[in-house]
């Protein structure tokens, strides 16, 4: 039936809606996510029977579809997808990693999820909505994502910041070396003085920033 309907919108709706409802009933759910994405069918409506059927990879095949379909203009709906995609993948990856025999399938899930957030069409939505996501990622206590998160944004405050919290300071003054933002060496330059002194000294000269004697 597909064929045919190709040069009418209205049929190939209603084809596409029955063969993702059979393939569902059939327990076919990745194939039904995709064809129910392809549908004008209630987008919350479609959200709510994979939720309730537990198939939490069919939902998200689902969400991923609708937003690689939206056009640019429709930011709002960008944002909702792109949240809620962020929530389970944090939700999927914190089971994962609490169960040491599934280390790689975390690993697949980790980079399965970066790859999402490093697709050039979501990085206008995610930058837009960057302080939103920093804290999904802080209430998952997911703080190898925080700090990915935020290099990608290029927020090296909030990066150096976080290693500054966690003793971390050489690393603090590694992401100050490499990125050679003056206010941000000035910034942290006191904490990281109490701490690594001579490092720092070594640091500034090596940016040719130390005044004159």
């Known amino acids: 039936a597909l064929p045919i309907c190709k040069e009418r919108p209205d049929c190939l709706d209603i084809v596409l809606a029955k ?50 379909l939206l ?8 944002t909702l997808l792109i949240t809620w995609l962020t929530e389970l993948y944090l939700n999927q990856l914190g089971l994962l990693q609490s169960d040491s025999t599934k280390r790689s399938l975390y690993v697949e899930k980790r980079d399965e999820f970066r790859n999402f957030l490093n697709r050039s069409k979501n990085k206008e939505c995610l930058f837009n909505n960057r302080t939103s996501i920093h804290d999904l990622l ?26 500054c919290q966690h003793d971390d300071y050489e690393e603090a ?23 690594i002194p001579n490092k720092v000294v070594n640091a500034w000269i090596q940016m040719g920033k130390i005044g004159r004697a």
């Open 19 to 68: 063969e993702a409802e059979h393939c569902f009933q059939n327990k076919r759910y990745l194939e039904s996510a995709k064809c129910y994405a392809l549908t004008q069918n209630y987008f919350e409506e479609i959200a709510l029977k994979f939720i309730e059927a537990k198939q939490e990879e069919a939902l998200m095949e689902f969400l991923l579809k609708k937003l690689d």
């Open 71 to 78: 056009k640019t203009s429709e930011k709002i709906q960008a």
């Open 138 to 163: 802080a209430s998952h206590g997911d703080t190898e994502h925080m700090v990915h998160f935020a290099v990608l944004m290029q927020d090296y405050d909030r990066v150096v910041s976080h290693h």
């Open 173 to 195: 003054l590694n992401v100050l070396s490499k990125h050679k933002d003056k206010a941000l060496f000035y910034k942290f330059s006191p904490v990281l003085m109490q701490h």
